[in-house]
């Protein structure tokens, strides 16, 4: 039998896209799609394409899994929380089907998902993280740009990435603190 | 991440999950083939091992079931080139095996053609009103006037042997829309088309509108991005911006058509200034004089007024390409029916790779070490020899006089409406369409309507109503690549592979396997003999066993290399080590005696491609990452992905057209129209205006995508290149107006 992977205060998830590797062919977006049995005409997780005067490289677009995140904060019945370990995610049981959260979100992450009567968005697939397995994102990644990492641990050099200053959140300025950090070349 | 011990232990369990017979794996277990997973309780999760077919690549792929359903579809672990990525069209195969527009009974037309009105049928039904036709065609003309058409699969087997038996030579597959000319022009060169790129390893490449983040092939975008993070240096001619332009250390944006131009002054720089390797070109190469003689006059002067490349630009590149040799590579290509001086292009491009002595080595280019290499080779059922064919191919392939560097094996699949429309050389009367969509594959598509019409008959194998189904007589669903067990699938790289295609699920419809299709209509036709097989099982037992492997076994990690097989370069150790190459020098053709006599120019000299008239644009066109040629656009999540394809024009002669981003526009040219919206981009060049391929479609059985965005078969003549037979499909040009 698997065991399932410690999460907990432990350990402190974080997603980290290094654009230099990424070719924006989307095979992370219909993996999530997939995996997550997201109904037709949404996406917890898209490819911004590069434009002219806009970004000069893919991005990799999803929820940022904030620590200071204001979905967590409008939510009124706290159905979204952030765990201890750092993955946002959403109590079904527990939402009103409100949509202040939708609102809320700076990186506009959430879509509503009809059918369920809740928002839904990226969980960094943690489903699969109890299996011992990684995001499918990560593990689809043509480009190996996607690696999940884990601040907790001293050792993990994706991590690392993070500390030095090379994976970087996008809009720090909103101060919602994200967990997603971008590698972005010279 | 570094993982914890238990669960570095849990990864590496799930990647070889496949592999691990019955070892249980939380709630997912290895499945064998499906009948064994029917079984299994309800909830179970199982994992068969396979290949994608979602393009041709054909990774290795693990497919998981539940309850009879693929719920997910990853790439296999165990192959080193892909590391377990597949993409987003591999990830998409459960959206096509459930997509409500698949054919799923056999169809017969009742309406005119292309109307796509079809009543239902038994396939006993469909068979008989095949075979019954066949015959009497047959009987009146000979079983020359069956043309077959295919996309290469792993299935082909079944369809060649069927057309083989019947007795026909006219055997077509797509290539001539696609890599013909690369792969003609390296048969003269090398001897082979099987020549590969070891993109990982490679120091310094030069791609020649080779747009790999696109054009997507995982393997290779993998093995780029690996190298160019390890510091090799990727150049990059396209006239448009692509992601692989980003994705590239140096992008640069030549005059469309002028490739040549910048390969030769490559070669120029690389003699006049010797950074070619001496050793090597002495030994392994012949005309090197020849080709000297010829590249004199392309100086990157010359080459600069051709390109609008800086002069400066083309010899820094010609010179880091000569530092970092042998690791450096100039890249073949892939989709090469471009214009008419790209065989040239090709062949200067192999004398490049030539100068650079990267063949055999680490970071070169190299022979594909296919099983015959290690004395063996996949078996075949037994069947009686195919009878004598006298009747000569209808497109000339092969044939002297007319293409004779053409393989037979590939034809020329543009050859269809002269034959039937004009009699010459003799008229098809039928055609059989497997998986290959001549309406929307090949150009002059009006053309190609009126010769569809006046067949005797016309069948689809398909799993859509694609668009040529739409104008068949009868249509035959093929089961997706997820319902069906193939035969072995050679997967040969720097050593020999082969992998299995398994079923995962059950059948939908009354769709059927191709293996099970052609022996059936082979039986109504009286040519069952040729078929003697129970299934596929049989089949694939045949084909293991010179290899004294069984399916099961191969099925285990779903590929398998002879044991002792190591990846291979014949020039690693001892760079005079001896390469058999299969020209007639028995060396690289610098120098083709063969397109001499022929009255072709054998070495590559500067054509220049002929120019817009005043007005009009250019119209180039290539693919999206999210696509396959024209197969997937009505895929669901993939249609979703993009729906349309959009003209990508300047915002200069935009402007002057007065058409806006987001404008619809009407594309024209030789009396055609087609309607899209407009893309108005600085990441084209000028004068030119680029579409992705494979929309326009006119299938009613195709309902998301029929209807939508550009197509350029019906804009495009059809133009061949007399040399390689390969269409010509970027010398098209084009009024665009505000609609």
Known sequence: MSTPIKIGARHQYALVVDTTRCIGCEACSVACRVENTVPDGHWRSRIVPPTTGGAKVPMKWSCMHCADAPCVRVCPTKATYRRPDGIVVIDDDKCVGCKYCIVACPYGARYFDEKRGVPDKCDLCVDRLEAGLEPACVQTCVGRALALADLADPQ?????????GEARPLHPELGTKPSVYYVVGK | MTVTPSRRTVLQVAATGAAVAA??????????????????????????????????????ILVRVRDGKVVRIEGNPKEKSTQGAICARGNAGISLLEDPDRVRTPLIRVGKRGEGTFRKASWEEAYRYIADRLKLIRASYGPESLGVGRRPSAGDTFLLTFAKAFGTPNIFNHESSCPLARNVAMHVTFGTAALAVDYSKLDYLVSFGRNHMETLAVPQAQGIVSAVARGARFVYLDPRRTPTSTAATTWLQPRPGTDLAFALAMLQVMISERLYDQDFVKRYTHGFDQLAAAVVEYTPEWASSKTGIPAATIRDVARDFGGARPRAVADPGWFTATYLNDFQLRRAILALNALAGNLEVPGGVFLVKSLLKYGTELGTWKKPAFPAVTA??????????????????????????????????????AYIAHRFDPLAAVPDQPRMIEALKKLDLLVSVDVYMSDTGAYADVILPECTYLERTDPVIEASGLAPKIRLRQQAVSPQGDARPSWRIYKELAEAVGLGAYFAYRDIDEVVAAQLAPLKLTAAELARSGQWTPPGAKPTYLRKSDPGAPVKLKTASGKIELFSAELAKLGFEPVPRYTAPPEPPRGTFRMIQGKCAVHTNSATQNVPVLHELRPENELWIHPGPAGRLGIQDGDGVAVRAGGAEQRGLAKVTEDILEGTVFTYHGWG?????????????IGLNALMPITTCPISGSLVMRETFVEVVKS
Not at chain 2, 28 to 43: H, K
Not at chain 2, 404 to 417: E, H, I, K, R, S
Not at chain 2, 697 to 709: A, M, N
């Open chain 2, 23 to 60: 070892l249980p794996i939380g709630a997912r277990e290895l499945a064998g083939p499906p009948a064994a997973s029917a079984a299994q309780p309800a909830g179970t999760e199982s994992v068969v091992t396979s290949v994608c077919e979602m393009c041709t690549v054909r990774c290795p």
């Open chain 1, 156 to 164: 993990d050099k994706d991590a690392a990435r993070i500390r030095s």
């Open chain 2, 697 to 709: 479609r006119i299938s009613p059985g195709l309902t998301r995508v029929r209807g939508k965005g």
């Open chain 2, 392 to 429: 000569e191919r209808v497109d000339g392939a092969g044939v002297p006089g007319r293409f004779p560097l053409v393989p037979v094996t590939d034809g020329m699949c543009q050859a269809l409406p002269e034959s039937v429309l004009t009699g010459k050389p003799y008229p098809l009367k």
